[in-house]
């Protein structure tokens, strides 16, 4: 499988990561804060400490999700194909 022809795999996979990643914050924000809303960054109620926490808490998880989608999915492709997606 060609690099082209897997572009649109990796697409959905990486729209599924993102989908995937939403949840799991929201879950571990939960817990964290024992808030159900993750603060927004023009959240007037809440402070600059709490809204960088949340913002670097949601980019974590979603770069950890989305490498370990791209991973397996590459993986997934080299044992239906015996070839690595570049």
Known sequence: MGKVA?????MLLGIGAGLLAGVIFKQ????????????D???EERG???VL??????GAIFAVVKAA???G?????????GKWPH
């Open 48 to 50: 600059w400490g709490e």
């Open 69 to 71: 989608v791209d991973r």
């Open 28 to 39: 571990v924000w939960k817990v964290a804060a024992g808030d159900d809303d993750a603060p």
């Open 73 to 81: 999915g590459a993986a997934g492709v080299r044992s239906l194909t």
């Open 53 to 58: 926490a949340a913002a670097a808490l949601q």
């Open 6 to 10: 897997y572009k649109p795999v990796g």
């Open 41 to 43: 960054a023009t959240d």
